[in-house]
């Protein structure tokens, strides 16, 4: 018998503070979301219901906890923290602003996905290590939820992460590639292959849950 179709579905958090003020928090405590960041949390979260969610993971930074709590109380499901699903460790970038970042060390986005050596020098987690750690909780979730779609709340670079795994993307286009804030990176298990459906999804009505 031909196995069912399921879903690993990558879920950004929504709009923080950092996001509209232009700074890199990385794993700074107490960066929240903003009014806008909740409103969109809320809509995700209603938009989820035709997946039919079994599990929700969540990383331990608050702006992804809080839309992980909002998505999870919709659903009527908890969620579990994962410490794979934390936000990538800017080393000694965290909480300066992107322009003066670029101005005086130029492109380290490009640099970080592109594996330079100078990313790791300044204590930033390498894109090989959050590749690492990502494909980590993808391959729990899949043995512990057989047959269950399954709904992992994180941040931007995780989600890129595993996107380059399953589409091998190179540095420049990685570094071009955006998740918006509160959007679904969808990718489809069949018969243990896994393939992206979907990036950016804000209406999962308007996703075709049989593809």
Do not use: C, W
């Not at 409103?39 to 608050?62: H, M, T, V």
């Not at 080393?91 to 050596?117: Q, R, S």
């Amino acid at each position: 018998m031909e196995s069912a179709l399921r879903f690993i579905i990558f879920l950004r958090h929504g709009q923080a503070i950092n996001n509209t003020e232009r700074l890199l928090a990385g794993r700074t405590p107490g960066v929240s979301l903003t009014p806008k960041g909740v409103e969109q949390a809320e809509r995700i979260a209603k938009f989820l219901k035709p997946f039919n969610i079994s599990a929700i993971y969540s990383s331990p930074i608050e702006r992804a906890e809080k839309t992980a709590a909002i998505v999870a109380k919709h659903n009527s499901l908890e969620y579990k923290i994962d410490e794979r699903l934390i936000e990538l460790d800017m080393g000694k970038f965290t909480g300066m602003e992107y322009d003066a970042i670029f101005e005086k060390h130029g492109n380290v986005f490009f640099k970080f996905y592109d594996g330079e050596l100078e990313i790791a020098h300044n204590g930033v987690e390498t894109f090989v290590q959050v590749k690492n750690r990502v494909l980590s909780i993808v391959d729990h979730v899949l043995k512990e939820h057989n047959d269950e779609n399954v709904l992992l709340v994180t941040h931007m670079d995780p989600i890129k992460a595993m996107i380059s795994t399953i589409m091998n993307l190179d540095a420049n286009s990685m570094f071009e590639l955006i998740i918006e804030n509160a959007s679904l990176t969808i990718f489809k298990e069949h018969q243990g292959k896994l393939s992206l459906s979907a990036i950016n999804v804000m209406d999962a009505e308007r996703f075709d849950l049989t593809l």
